[in-house]
Structure formats: structure tokens, C-alpha cells
């Protein structure tokens, strides 16, 4: 039988391994000061700089030499030769270039690639980051892989959800981390959002799993969400491909199958101009909703999702 002593050392040994850890995805550079990841799928500018938020990190610059060490380094060990997307952006004021924690181009050390930079048909309001370090003016628009850059000079607190963000909870009814999001969003932000978070929009696979849910949504009282949108009904991960009605969850299931397949009562309605995806009461039961209009959501993640194994 294991010991108290054996125990408490266990113990320290993984609260040691869980400290210090920001997400598993992303790597800690010393010298940068903070933890980087290359994202290789191109995005166009917008959507990259918000999946660096929504992961809780920021668009990565060359804001200093070491930084830009970090950033190249990770371009070739991947390989990359097309270059990345970098913070720098001038979108709030053409010609104006900031990076994305507000540093002017002047304050950051830079040289630009040959030719540039030239401000192409007078649409390139974004910077990207060539293989040898140069800048060049770019078009926001054309997708292009890019670095996240999360700055911290100190060890993290990473929580039982594997993640930093206090908002996540495990519930051990259903041994799964909640989190629900005030701000709304469509429902494919929504989507983005959760999938960023390590997590997923959440799906009810019991009845225990529904007053879960229902708590859940007791917490978050209409007057906690700032904002002029309906608060009764929250985001959750199930549509119907557009085919009006046949609703699967994201995993693929039927709702039944999922293990929870009741509506509020007078849902789905299908109300006008069509409801193709999912949401949940506050009642814990199910409703069909517009997918483009914003709305609250609930995250579902499973405690050891960008869970560190390999070190
Ligand atoms: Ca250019
Ligand atoms: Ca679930
Ligand atoms: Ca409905």
C-alpha cells in the first residue's frame, strides 16, 4: 500500500510538473521570455491575431532580437519557407504600423526585405516575417502560417483543467471542465473559441449532465452578461448541416445516441429564416437557434486535453 509519505511526494512531484506548463502546444523560450507556437495553418491576419487571443496569447512581433531568434528558429525547424504573418499591422490607421501590444514600428528593431516596403494597389496593412528575418508590407487578406507568443517571465499556475484560465471548472459528476462565455458569439466562433480553449462547445450526454449545464447556467444571471442579446439560451455542440432539423453533435452522434435528446418544451421550432444549430436553456433542455447571431456559450474539455506527456 502506498504511503502518506509516498503519497505527498507523488503529489509534489506533479504539482512541480503542472507549474510552470502554459499549454502543452506551446514551448517555453528563456531567452524570449515566454511561450511560443508556430501555427502552420495559414489564416488571413484577422483570424490569425484572434486565434492567439482566444488562446490566450498574442500574435507574435519581433519585438527584440531574442524574440525574433525564437520566431525564426521555429520557421526552420518546421521547415517554412513561405514566411509568417507577424503582429505588426497598420488596420486601424493605413500606414500607421503597431504590433499588436501597441509597439510602434519605430521601436522595433527591423529591416525590410528588398523592394519593400512598397504598399502594393495601397492595400498591404500588415506585416509578415520572411525566412531570414526581413519584414515586408503584405495584403491582411492572403492567408499565411504564423507564431503565438504568450510573454511571461514567471511560472504558471496551470489548473486541474490544464489551462491557466481560472473560468474552467471540473465538475466530477461528469468529470469534464466547463467554461461559460459571457461574451457571445456566432456559432462558429463560438466553435473557434472552445476548440482554441483545448476544449469544445459542450454536448449533454446525461440527464446528470443537464442539470450540470443548468447550474452552470444559474451562475451566469442575464445582468453578469454586458451586452443587448437574448441570455436564456447559450451555444452547445450539435447542428444540423443546414438539413433542417436531423441534429448530430459535433462528435458525429445522433442526440440519442450522444445520451440526451430532449428539447425545451416548443423546440426545435425552426423559427424564421431557419435554426441550424444548437443552444441549451437555462431549463438545461435543448433548442435550435441562428447560427449567425451571437449568443452565450458553454465550453466542454476534458482535464487532460493539451495535457503534457512527451516531457
Ligand atoms: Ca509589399
Ligand atoms: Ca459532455
Ligand atoms: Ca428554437
Known amino acids: 500500500m502506498m504511503s502518506t509519505l509516498t503519497f505527498l511526494v507523488l503529489l509534489i512531484g506533479l504539482v512541480t510538473l503542472l507549474e510552470g506548463k502554459y499549454r502543452c502546444d506551446y514551448t517555453y523560450d528563456a531567452a524570449a521570455g515566454g511561450y511560443l507556437k508556430l501555427q502552420r495553418i495559414p489564416a488571413n491576419w484577422r483570424e490569425a491575431r484572434l486565434r492567439c487571443h482566444l488562446e490566450g496569447s498574442k500574435l507574435a512581433s519581433p519585438l527584440n532580437a ?16 513561405c514566411g509568417i504573418f507577424t503582429g505588426i499591422h497598420s488596420t486601424f490607421s493605413r500606414g500607421d504600423f503597431h504590433s499588436v501590444e501597441g509597439v510602434p514600428l519605430p521601436n ?7 523592394g519593400e516596403p512598397d504598399n502594393y494597389n495601397d492595400k498591404e496593412s500588415c506585416i509578415m516575417m520572411l525566412e531570414n528575418g526581413d ?3 503584405v495584403t491582411c487578406e492572403e492567408p499565411l502560417p504564423y507564431v503565438c507568443f504568450k510573454k511571461s517571465s514567471k511560472r ?6 490544464g489551462l491557466t484560465d481560472p473560468e474552467y471548472a471540473l465538475d466530477i459528476r461528469t468529470g469534464s ?8 458569439r456566432t456559432w462558429s466562433r463560438a466553435f473557434m473559441t472552445c476548440t482554441a480553449e483545448g476544449g469544445q462547445l459542450a454536448i449533454i450526454n446525461s440527464e446528470t449532465e443537464s442539470t450540470v449545464i443548468k447550474e452552470i447556467f444559474a451562475k451566469n444571471p442575464p445582468a453578469s452578461m454586458p451586452g443587448n442579446f437574448w441570455k436564456e439560451v447559450a451555444f452547445m455542440g ?10 448530430l453533435t459535433i462528435e458525429g452522434d445522433t442526440l440519442t445516441e450522444a445520451g440526451f435528446a430532449k428539447f425545451s418544451p416548443g423546440e426545435p421550432n425552426n423559427a424564421t429564416t431557419g435554426e441550424f444549430c444548437g443552444a441549451v436553456y437555462r431549463n438545461g433542455m435543448y433548442d435550435d437557434l441562428w447560427c449567425e447571431n451571437k449568443y452565450a456559450f458553454i ?8 495535457a503534457c506527456d512527451d516531457d
Open 66 to 81: 531574442d524574440l525574433s531568434a525564437a520566431m525564426r528558429r521555429l520557421m526552420k525547424e518546421d521547415g517554412m519557407k
Open 108 to 114: 522595433i528593431p527591423h529591416k525590410w526585405a528588398e
Open 177 to 184: 471542465c466547463y467554461k461559460f462565455h459571457r461574451v457571445p
Open 238 to 247: 450539435f447542428h444540423d448541416w443546414g438539413e433542417h432539423g436531423e441534429f
Open 299 to 306: 465550453c466542454e474539455k476534458s482535464p487532460d486535453s493539451l
Open 156 to 161: 504558471l499556475h496551470v489548473n486541474g483543467c
Open 135 to 137: 519584414i515586408a508590407d
